[in-house]
Every structure is written in structure tokens, then in C-alpha cells.
T-cell receptor, first 112, second 111 residues
Framework: GAGVSQTPSNKVTEKGKYVELRCDPI?????LYWYRQSLGQGPEFLIY????????DSGLPNDRFFAVRPEGSVSTLKIQRTERGDSAVYLC??????????FGEGSRLTVL | GENVEQHPSTLSVQEGDSAVIKCTYS??????FPWYKQELGKGPQLIID?????GEKKDQRIAVTLNKTAKHFSLHITETQPEDSAVYFC??????????FGKGTTLSVSS
């Protein structure tokens, strides 16, 4: 498809487990963003890539969260030692540059 | 860092009425102000945006106004339709920095 693809769409895990969430951006988009959205809230910025490098990771809540984009396309958000408070929808967006973000449908993470 | 406040949190209107959602931002250096619409189970989708060098922008039934002095911007939807029902988010950013979003407004349009 032509849009941003996120997998899995739903993930249920147990407290303390490790989780990976994947994002396939729109082809050719150099910028990629991760946001977290809790119920009834707006998207909360986590990290932003320009190409392969993290241009801004100031939104990552702690060192359990890490993201990579090794070839400047697909990105993986990694969460170690998950906690119940990590439960949320994790949104990925891509952009050709400054301006409109194109969002995926998100990965819903539930930590039991 | 930037902080974006949005109100109201919920808004109910009759079909055909107008709806107005307002946002304020804290960083006077912010220069890009988009509005996103999010339907249930979907990611947010851009509906209109404005940059700091203009005061108003229109696209059919949707308009956005920006007051840089007061650091606030508003979304105006005229002739609302049931399909306008969704959650609307304002956001702000400067340069290449990431967008900072408001908490959202749930708009309900009843026929």
C-alpha cells in the first residue's frame, strides 16, 4: 500500500517482557516520527529520525525505550521490561520534509 | 519546550451549525500550526495547516485563523455534517522540530 504501515496492530504482553513495534514509512519519506497516544489524549512525541539518525529523542520517557532506523526506511521501537503504564497506542508518522505528517493506524500495546 | 492547550474538550452541534475549536501555544518561535482529524481506530489525518506568515487560510468549509501576538489559533468548520464527527487535534512546531499536539476536541454533529 501507499500509506504508513505499522505492525503488529495489537500486542498484548505481560509486565516485564520485551516488545518491538515496527513502522514502514511511505517510500521516499526522509523523516520518521514515533508518538504515543493514551486514551482521550493527544499524540505525545517520543522520537524523530531524519534519515538513519535520531534528530530528537527528547520525548523518550526513560531508558527502557529505544528506537532504530538502520537503513533510513523501516523503524523499530523497542520497549524493555514493559510496565502497565506503557499501555497505549504507538503511532508512527513519516514526512517528506517539514510539514504534513502521514500517520499509520498505530500499534495498540496492552501490558497486563 | 512547546506546550499546546486546546479547548473545548468536547463540542456538540446540530447539523448545519458552525463549530469553533481554539488552541494556544507557549513558544513564540513556533511557526507551523496544523489541524488533524482522527476517526476511531485510525491515525490522525491532516485537514488544514497554517504558517506564521499568514493570518487566515480557508479550504471549502474549513478555515484556520492565527493570532501570533496572542499566540492562539482556531479551527472553524461551517455547515457541519455528521461525517465531521471525530476528534480534532491542533499542533504546533518550529523549524524541523517535531509537532507538539493538544489534547483533542471530540466533535459530535447530530442530524
Amino acid at each position: 500500500g501507499a500509506g504508513v504501515s505499522q505492525t503488529p496492530s495489537n500486542k498484548v504482553t505481560e509486565k516485564g517482557k520485551y516488545v518491538e513495534l515496527r513502522c514502514d514509512p511511505i517510500s521516499g519519506h526522509t523523516a520518521l516520527y514515533w508518538y504515543r497516544q493514551s486514551l482521550g489524549q493527544g499524540p505525545e512525541f517520543l522520537i524523530y529520525f531524519q534519515g538513519t539518525g535520531a534528530a530528537d529523542d527528547s520525548g523518550l520517557p526513560n531508558d527502557r525505550f529505544f528506537a532504530v532506523r538502520p537503513e533510513g526506511s523501516v523503524s523499530t521501537l523497542k520497549i524493555q521490561r514493559t510496565e502497565r503504564g506503557d499501555s497505549a497506542v504507538y503511532l508512527c508518522a513519516s514526512s517528506p520534509g517539514i510539514g504534513e505528517l502521514f500517520f499509520g493506524e498505530g500499534s495498540r500495546l496492552t501490558v497486563l | 519546550g512547546e506546550n499546546v492547550e486546546q479547548h473545548p474538550s468536547t463540542l456538540s452541534v446540530q447539523e448545519g451549525d458552525s463549530a469553533v475549536i481554539k488552541c494556544t501555544y507557549s513558544d513564540s518561535a513556533s511557526n507551523y500550526f496544523p489541524w488533524y482529524k482522527q476517526e476511531l481506530g485510525k491515525g490522525p489525518q491532516l485537514i488544514i495547516d497554517i504558517r506564521s506568515n499568514v493570518g487566515e487560510k480557508k479550504d471549502q468549509r474549513i478555515a484556520v485563523t492565527l493570532n501570533k501576538t496572542a499566540k492562539h489559533f482556531s479551527l472553524h468548520i461551517t455547515e457541519t455534517q455528521p461525517e465531521d464527527s471525530a476528534v480534532y487535534f491542533c499542533a504546533a512546531s518550529k523549524g524541523e522540530a517535531a509537532l507538539i499536539f493538544g489534547k483533542g476536541t471530540t466533535l459530535s454533529v447530530s442530524s
